[in-house]
């Protein structure tokens, strides 16, 4: 028995809901943070990805999952900017390493909710 496909604790149409909140968070944190740069079109392009997540296509996931990774890579280099800067001041940096690392880690995981059995039917992934 597939440990990701125990369908008997969330009912039928909120499954693919809950699925998605993943993905979801981890664009909307990726907004927030180009939000914060004043990255404009970056947050439209999260803001964009967000809502296409409603529209059940294959190349939607494919595109979110794109874009998922990509947040990932401009999470680590945030947090390699991040860490060279409070090396040149003399801060201590690990822990803020460590969170960043740990943010660029869940974006990228969130990426793969789309091969639960669910998600790829619903979007039409073969």
Not at 4 to 32: E, Q, S, V
Not at 47 to 53: G, K, R
Not at 56 to 79: F, S
Not at 98 to 122: D, K, N, W
């Amino acid at each position: 028995m597939d440990p990701w496909c125990n369908d008997a604790l969330l009912p039928t149409k909120t499954m693919p809901l809950m699925l998605l909140l993943a993905p979801g968070l981890a664009l909307a944190l990726l907004g927030a943070h180009f939000y914060r740069a004043g990255s404009w079109p970056l947050v439209f392009a999260c803001l964009v990805l967000l809502a296409l997540l409603a529209w059940p296509r294959a190349w939607v996931a494919r595109l979110v999952q794109a874009g998922l990774v990509a947040g990932a890579i401009e999470w680590l280099w945030t947090a390699f900017g991040f860490v060279q800067q409070r090396l040149a001041l003399g801060q201590p940096w690990l822990r803020l390493a460590l969170i960043l690392g740990a943010v660029a880690l869940l974006t990228a995981a969130s990426a793969l909710v789309f091969r639960h059995p669910r998600l790829r039917s619903r979007f039409g992934l073969a």
